[in-house]
């Protein structure tokens, strides 16, 4: 099924009843924030606080918090933080799927965040049990009901993730779900090589890269030019571009343009993954794209208002 006939199915109404399963990582993250420059060699004070976090997590509470009714995350945690991750995810209206790892601890961010004017973020990242979905843990059951699978990244940054999104892929093929992608990270992509990923996200209906991600996977420093080349290989191409909005593309040319909306930045951790929640809730309910991406810029605008990268609980 073409990424046309998925969203016509989309408008007629099928798969807009569906779910949304998301398959990635819950982490916890440690998200410290200071003003300017860090001290090396001494103190520097910061403001610490302890989240819950994860890619593939934030996307399914901030499509929860946008107004998907039935979302479901496939992680993996370890046995350390599974009661407290499992909790918060249900608070934010997610059904948590979670595999617990008895011997692999939770995956932990350190986000280092400059409350100057950027709010521009670093990672720190040691993801543990986090990646180690893998064949094994995945059902074609787990399709059930589901309109929309959405994959994290950071599932194909290891030898297990990789071979989980094969089958998870090749099931929702044979169901004629569509599948979306966020690349997740452009450190580990320069790791995992840009061939290796355009072949391993080969079948994805959406590819959702940020603008760092769109050039490394294409080399051309234009963001247009290279949201325009990615929409070559994946039918349908969303890049993000940060304060500057999104760009819509297909067919090897961008067709949208669409706006940030206007934040005063606190933190920028999880943005990407707001937009990307609320992009794929609104396709859900029947929008068309560039209505979606406006949707996204949204969320990803109240995103970097709050500390931390999940949307306020339901309860």
């Not at 979306?180 to 452009?186: E, I």
């Not at 609320?278 to 396709?283: M, R, S």
Request: charged share 20%.
């Amino acid at each position: 099924m073409s990424g046309t006939d998925h969203a016509a199915a989309g408008r007629n109404g099928n798969a807009a009843t569906g779910a949304l399963l998301v398959i990635g990582d819950v982490v916890t993250d440690v998200v410290a924030q200071h003003r300017g420059p860090l001290a090396a060699g001494t103190d520097t004070a910061a403001t610490i606080r302890t989240l819950p976090g994860g890619a593939g997590a934030n996307v399914a509470c901030w499509a929860a918090h946008a107004g998907c009714t039935d979302v479901r995350l496939l992680g993996r945690v370890g046995a350390d933080a599974a009661g407290w991750h499992e909790r918060e995810l249900t608070a934010s209206g997610v059904r948590p799927l979670l595999v617990v790892d008895s011997e692999a601890p939770t995956g932990t961010v350190i986000c280092l965040v400059d409350t100057g004017a950027s709010a521009e973020r670093t990672f720190l990242t040691d993801l543990r049990s986090s990646p180690q979905l893998e064949p094994g843990d995945w059902s074609p059951a787990l399709l059930d009901g589901v309109a929309r699978l959405h994959l994290s990244g950071y599932l194909l940054f290891s030898e297990s993730g990789r071979a989980l999104v094969s089958v998870a892929l090749e099931s929702a093929r044979a169901r004629g779900v569509p599948v979306s992608l966020d690349p997740a990270s452009a450190g580990f992509l320069t790791h995992l090589g840009v061939d290796r990923f355009l072949a391993l996200a080969e079948g994805v209906d959406i590819l959702l890269p940020s603008r760092d991600e769109a050039f490394l996977l294409t080399g051309l420093p234009d963001p247009a030019d290279a949201a325009a080349k990615l929409s070559r290989h994946v039918p349908l191409v969303v890049a993000k571009q940060g304060g500057d909005g999104a760009l819509v593309a297909r067919s090897g040319a961008v067709h949208a343009r669409v706006p940030a909306s206007p934040a005063t930045p606190r933190d920028t951790t999880g943005a990407g993954d707001a937009f990307t929640g609320a992009f794929l809730a609104a396709l859900l309910a029947g929008a068309e794209p560039e209505e979606a991406a406006v949707k996204g810029c949204g969320a990803g605008a109240t995103a970097v208002e709050r500390v931390g990268g999940r949307p306020p609980t339901l309860s």
